[in-house]
Nanobody, 125 residues
Framework: VQLVESGGGSVQAGGSLRLSCAHS??????MGWFRQAPGKEHEGVAA???????????RYADSVKGRFTISQDNAKNKVYLQMDSLKPEDTAMYYC???????????????????WGQGTQVTVS
């Protein structure tokens, strides 16, 4: 298993959670967090670029801007998703994705990623 998510759980609206994605070999890959609610398609939540592009080192979905923060710790081979001010509509299975092979600007599109974790459930009530 190349990607392992953790940190999901149940939280009340307005609360916070921090998701972690442990990986073994994606230090040089753009990585993303996606979510999927029942009956819905994968939604790109946040992505972090492998190479620093000035102020575009991260990208967020409009629905989470200002509330979620993606970060990485290459020394620990982990990518994080800090989720604050959670809303019931944030309830979903959250997935970590790596080995991005899509076009620049499409980092929030699931089709651009080759490898995926098993997911961690987030429930906001």
């Amino acid at each position: 298993v190349q990607l392992v998510e953790s940190g999901g759980g149940s939280v009340q609206a307005g609360g916070s959670l921090r998701l972690s994605c442990a990986h073994s070999r994606y230090t040089h890959s753009t990585m993303g967090w996606f979510r999927q609610a029942p009956g819905k398609e994968h939604e790109g939540v946040a992505a972090i670029y492998a190479i620093y592009y000035g102020d575009r080192s991260t990208r967020y979905a409009d629905s989470v801007k200002g509330r979620f923060t993606i970060s990485q710790d290459n020394a620990k081979n982990k990518v994080y998703l800090q989720m604050d001010s959670l809303k019931p509509e944030d309830t979903a299975m959250y997935y970590c994705a790596a080995d991005f092979r899509g076009l620049m600007g499409s980092e929030l599109h699931a089709s651009g990623y080759k490898d995926w974790g098993q997911g961690t459930q987030v429930t906001v009530s």
